[in-house]
């Protein structure tokens, strides 16, 4: 069986696999890695804090059979506006079914009616393939799960509490494990013969995002760092409806509220989406996040789900509590909403294996960039993503072989001495606030290169030190660097990324992708 292990018991350890990130992916890839060799999951915090666990809209996926899964494929293609990479999606429409049965075999609770699964639907699906946990807690619920069957596994040790540093890269650029940050001062050395970076999204690069604090992109500017290709990151999608009311979180208001026939109106109290697409408020995420922009400029926007005769307490517990605290109610009230960083499409390019552009790297999940998503995720394609290709990288490493030589680590240590935590939080304040201004929802190229200046001069004055805030610090300058660079480099509209300055498409548009400084476009992210 599985155990949690106190970290003093792993300096400068050997596994056969090493696992960062204990989300969807992560997990997933785990149960099959511990058939193959020993395994080590790195969580930064406690094992169920991931973006998993905050995903509430739902699992995508196609239990009707063959004409199902085609539609799934359909909507996905639509959604990702011209840059879905077809094989990837393919991949992840016709494995879907069999990875959810897993779930379904290991215990998972999805809600049913009269017996029945129960599928719903959100925005840019064509008919209702999205299972729901508990009404609007299917990523704790999935979570829970995976992580309860993780734990009877013999060859697999779970470490909490620990960030990663740096990847550790052969001299034949090999990766052969990663540094990490025990707590607020320990250095462990951890060698490997196949590294999963499984470590979620960046959210925390901006201000206003749905991401819990955990979301700094870690596991990007690690592969970054070590010479791993990204792409895509110029495509950010912002939800559109999170919670939007002075002092309050961005907490999200799920899709599945619209899925349940919830209006959004302006602040005359009128619908308004039947201005900006056919779907209305089931249009994909990137239009309905900059409709209610527009619609904003006059006022507050609301969700309006009052009409729908249902308890919708019961329907979405977890958003009526939090409702609660504001003293407001579905039933009853009007909800003021504005749209948040959400979910990064782009991340570390890999292959529909996990395979990165170095040798022993793999990463899946958020973190990954297999151009499944294109230009804009399709709404609740990202539990799916995780589930699939995180099983799909773990059995590609099982072929990995058992390095011969000692490491070397690719990057330069971490300095030793402790930032002061209220000079990081002010200097990471300034990061998010100027990028949610000049490369959030809107941009054009004056912003963009304003963004570029500032990045420049918080690049001189990065908080320095041997400290968990001070690496997620450099980690989200590393996020925000490639973000701005890709976001300027494609002179076009597309899905997520939309430029005052260059409003159309490109007919001849390709996936950015970045190693180190230099930035490049190229069709095709997987292979064929």
Known sequence: MSSVVPSADLADQHFDFLVIGAGIAGLSAAIRLAVSGSVLVVTKEELAESNTAYAQGGIAVALGGGEDVALHLEDTLAAGDGLVDAAAAKVLVEQGPERVEELLDWGTAFDRENGELMLTREGAHSRSRILHANGDATGREIAVSLLRHVRKLENVRLLEWTTGIDLIVSDERRVIGATLLDGEDGILTIHSRATLLASGGAGQVYSDTTNPAVATGDGIAMAWRAGAAVSDMEFYQFHPTAFSMPGAPRF????????????????????????????????????????????????????????VKKDLQERFPGISRFLAAYRLDLNRDLIPVRPAAHYLMGGILTDTRGRTTLSGLYAAGEAACTGVHGANRLASNSLLEGLVFGALAAEAMTGDPQPAELPQECTRPVEDGNTQEENVERWMADLRSNMWKYAGLLRDAQGLETMQRVLSTLGETMPRGRSRRGIEARNLHAIATMIVASAVGRRESRGAHFRHDFPQHDPMALHSVMVGEQLSFRQNLVED
Do not use: C, K, W
């Not at 989406?273 to 006022?299: C, F, K, N, W």
């Open 252 to 307: 999200l208001m799920s899709e599945a509220l619209r899925g349940e026939g919830a209006y959004l109106v302006n602040a005359r109290g009128e619908r308004f989406m039947q201005s900006y697409h056919p779907l209305l408020e089931l249009a994909p995420r990137d239009i309905v996040a900059r409709a209610i922009t527009q619609e904003g400029m006059d006022g507050e926007v609301y969700l309006d789900i009052r009409h």
